[in-house]
T-cell receptor, first 112, second 111 residues
Framework: SQTIHQWPATLVQPVGSPLSLECTVEGTSNPNLYWYRQAAGRGLQLLFYSVGIGQISSEVPQNLSASRPQDRQFILSSKKLLLSDSGFYLC???????????FGSGTQLSVL | DQQVKQNSPSLSVQEGRISILNCDYTNSMFDYFLWYKKYPAEGPTFLISISSIKDKNEDGRFTVFLNKSAKHLSLHIVPSQPGDSAVYFCAASELPDDMRFGAGTRLTVKP
């Protein structure tokens, strides 16, 4: 069966520090991969999605970047965090072809 | 550019009654619609979906209705139970790649 792993669950970082969140999917190949963010009191904002290794689509110009170095690995990064980067970050995957997204357990990021 | 909108941030209903959650979208190219349920500090979980070629899909207590001409969908929960209390997200997809979510509606079912 397929599983998605996302870590860490909680992260507290100072402003200006770098960020690296990692997500891996097991039990499938060539999935579509996604990063979403839920800011306090807001909905799920699509940040990046990837349909293959090295292929990244960015939805919102911002302080973040994403990379897909391997088929089932998706990384969210920042060189210098801002206060506004605080939020609940969710990785998700989608088998192709299929309609549903499956989410990881999320990372609560607090930038202080 | 918010292509999927949930205009009601919260909804409170009595146990046993019907809960109706609404969602509007702007992109006529969306061909698949989904509802997700989310508890605090957890990832959303899939609840029910509907293809654009249908106008209704039912799964137990949950029914999703799609009105393509109005670009509107709704989720009905009958009867509502306290365990249904969560945030519900509407999502729309233009297959095969992206998926857009609304802002969510917090449902509270009172015993």
């Amino acid at each position: 069966s397929q599983t998605i792993h996302q870590w860490p669950a909680t992260l507290v970082q100072p402003v200006g520090s770098p960020l690296s969140l990692e997500c891996t999917v097991e039990g499938t190949s060539n999935p579509n991969l996604y990063w979403y963010r839920q800011a306090a009191g807001r909905g799920l904002q699509l940040l990046f999605y990837s349909v293959g290794i090295g292929q990244i689509s960015s939805e919102v110009p911002q302080n973040l970047s994403a990379s897909r170095p391997q088929d089932r690995q998706f990384i969210l990064s920042s060189k210098k965090l801002l206060l506004s980067d605080s939020g609940f970050y969710l990785c998700a995957w989608r088998p192709v072809p299929a309609e549903k997204l499956f989410f990881g357990s999320g990372t609560q990021l607090s930038v202080l | 550019d918010q292509q999927v909108k949930q205009n009601s941030p919260s909804l409170s209903v009595q146990e046993g009654r019907i809960s109706i959650l609404n969602c509007d979208y702007t992109n006529s190219m969306f061909d698949y619609f989904l509802w997700y349920k989310k508890y605090p500090a957890e990832g959303p979980t899939f609840l029910i979906s509907i293809s654009s070629i249908k106008d209704k899909n039912e799964d137990g207590r949950f029914t999703v209705f799609l009105n393509k001409s109005a670009k509107h969908l709704s989720l009905h929960i009958v009867p509502s139970q306290p365990g249904d209390s969560a945030v519900y997200f509407c999502a729309a997809s233009e297959l095969p790649d992206d998926m857009r979510f609304g802002a969510g509606t917090r449902l509270t079912v009172k015993p």
